[in-house]
């Protein structure tokens, strides 16, 4: 009997021992777990974060950009060099890399540090014969070709031609299970490869599918939409913007053409030929164009005039060179009969 109190003793011992090590476990599973779950939502909110800056400053920079070169935007980059590069055929809207070198930017990168994407559309690209028409008041400018949708694919920009997007940037992030980056024949690149045919280039290695709207190939499945056709296209395309969930994890920014006004109005009246485009001396906006216009058909007809007087005078003189040199050579001819004549018969 007095030998069962110290066993009984040590078994409580050793169930306290074994209760504490379960205690402390579970702490710190759970500790470890919420430590994770912290860890999780700040890299979340530093990527989504970091994505967010980089599509803002890929904006302004396009949007500077068609300030300086006549509402225009630059070809993508097919080689993540960050120069622009050709793009297809005139007025098919192309994706490629954002060309942040041609735009004068560093590289820009989103939260999972891949360089932006970029789709431009058929009628802005610089390479484009497509006249561009401003806003005039009454009408409205030159539609681009991009319809966004939110993730029920109701639409989000783009309900009507004058808001279809001119651009749209994205934020690829990181992989999801079926995309593969891999350079293929070329060396590396800033942001892809020098084979330009590489997965490591393609939009499908970065654009993903949601609701039935690729991302990719700017492509919707559904009924309904104004048409949407594979990327290089010349017709309409849709892009999708959500949240991310499963496969999906694009963050997209986009132009519409008011984004670019500035751009516009820089364009006109002074450096076209014409007045501006889509305005006449009768159909002028506001006043500050009316006179912006009407002085500069006074300096057109003035410079017209100059150079017709110039050229008057210059046929007068030409003509009047033509007959005097006429008259030179018949005088020098008869100069020689008479001075031959002379020596012959001692005239
Ligand atoms: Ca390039
Ligand atoms: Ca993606």
Redesign the pocket.
């Known amino acids: 009997m007095i030998a069962r109190a110290p066993i009984h003793r040590s078994k409580v011992k050793q169930s306290g021992a074994v209760l504490l090590m379960l205690t402390l476990i579970l702490a710190l599973s759970i500790s470890s777990s919420l430590l994770s779950g912290f860890g999780h939502k700040a890299y979340v909110v530093k990527r989504d974060q970091v994505s967010t800056t980089a599509l803002a400053q890929a904006r302004q920079a396009l949007i500077s950009y068609a300030y300086l070169n006549e509402a225009t935007l630059p070809c993508p980059?097919?080689?993540g060099?960050g120069?622009?590069?050709s793009c297809g055929n005139d007025a098919q809207s192309v994706e490629g890399w954002l060309p942040w070198q041609t735009l004068g930017t560093k590289p820009l990168r989103d939260g999972d540090g891949v360089c932006l994407r970029y789709a431009v559309s058929g009628n802005y690209k610089e390479s484009s014969s497509i006249t561009l028409e401003a806003d005039t008041g009454g009408g409205f400018p030159t539609e681009g070709h991009f319809i966004i949708h939110d993730e029920n694919n109701n639409i989000r920009l783009g309900s009507s031609a004058d808001q279809y997007a001119v651009a749209t940037i994205f934020a690829p992030l990181k992989n999801i299970s079926s995309q593969s980056r891999d350079l293929g024949s070329g060396a590396g690149t800033t942001c892809g490869s020098r084979d330009t045919t590489a997965d490591k280039n393609n939009a499908k290695s970065y654009l993903d599918t949601l609701a039935g709207v690729n991302n990719a190939l700017g492509t919707f499945s559904g009924v309904g939409v104004a048409g949407s056709g594979a990327l290089p296209t010349e017709q309409l395309s849709v892009f999708i913007q959500a949240d991310h969930q499963g496969d999906f994890n694009d963050v997209l920014a986009w132009l519409s053409p008011t984004d670019l006004t500035d751009a516009y109005n820089e364009v006109e009246p002074e450096d076209d030929d014409e007045c501006a485009p889509g305005q006449s001396e009768n159909n002028h906006s506001d006043n500050a164009n009316e006179q912006a216009c009407n002085k500069k058909d006074k300096k057109d007809k003035k410079d017209k005039k100059d150079k017709k007087d110039k050229k008057d005078k210059k046929d007068k003189k030409d003509k009047k060179d033509k007959k005097d040199k006429k008259n030179s050579g018949l005088g020098g001819w008869l100069w020689t009969v008479w001075n031959v004549l002379w020596g012959w018969f001692g005239f």
């Open positions: 980059d097919a080689d060099d120069l622009s590069d």
